[in-house]
């Protein structure tokens, strides 16, 4: 099947710092990539859609500012976690959708902001 | 190596009937699965969830049994809608929280 990656699969930074998290699709192009965001034992929550060349679609409650999200390319899109707090610790993932419509998910990517 | 299994890549079943799908899993360490539903063109949305201290969970008109002995769940959706046709993921995470999704299992229902 389609593989999707994500890197850094983990990252510790200070409070107050930005970081990106990069998700590929390595075997297909894809139109389209989601990005999620999990809490511990609770569900997928959906951040934004971003649509390759286009700005990002956010969901409602979502900071634009502060998650900030690229999608410069059929194969890959950035979210950036910008002056990250602790409470921005979480296990992020995304997911990449190609035109048949299929979307497959990425491996995630756990932050830990101290 | 797939440690979150779904067998069966479609399902279909009478509207008003009882809609089994099923799961299995290889790894014992995962303590919490869950249940996902999309649509198409849309991300994946949480259905129902368990832990696995429990052996069921119900919400409505679903309900996750899980079997630890056999590492096997299902989820039960009685009466099916038309609205249930969607893509079905089974999900399971480990202490670590990391998901680790099956492939789905896409579910029609009929008129």
């Known amino acids: 099947g389609a593989v999707v990656s994500q890197h850094p699969s983990r990252v510790i930074c200070k409070s107050g710092t930005s970081v990106k998290i990069e998700c590929r699709s390595l075997?297909?192009?894809?139109?389209?990539m989601f990005w999620y965001r999990q809490f511990p034992k609770k569900s997928l929550m959906l951040m934004a859609t971003?649509?390759?060349?286009?700005?990002?679609?956010?969901e409602q409650g979502v900071e634009k500012d502060k998650f900030l999200i690229n999608h410069a390319s059929l194969t890959l899109s950035t979210l950036t976690v910008t002056s990250a707090h602790p409470e921005d610790s979480s296990f992020y993932i995304c997911s990449a959708r190609a035109i048949v419509n299929e979307q497959f998910f990425g491996p995630g990517t756990r932050l830990t902001v101290l | 190596d797939q440690q979150v299994k779904q067998n069966s890549p479609s399902l279909s079943v009478q509207e008003g009937r009882i809609s089994i799908l099923n799961c299995d899993y290889t790894?014992?360490?995962?303590?919490?699965f869950l249940w996902y539903k999309k649509y198409p063109a849309e991300g994946p949305t949480f259905l129902i969830s368990i832990s696995s201290i429990k052996d069921k969970n119900e919400d409505g008109r679903f309900t996750v049994f899980l079997n630890k002995s056999a590492k096997h769940l299902s989820l039960h959706i009685v009466p099916s809608q038309p609205g249930d046709s969607a893509v079905y993921f089974c999900a399971a995470s480990s202490r670590d929280d990391k998901i680790i999704f099956g492939k789905g299992t896409r579910l029609h229902i009929l008129p």
């Open positions: 790894n014992s360490m995962f303590d919490y």
């Open positions: 971003s649509n390759e060349g286009s700005k990002a679609t956010y």
């Open positions: 075997d297909f192009q894809a139109t389209t």
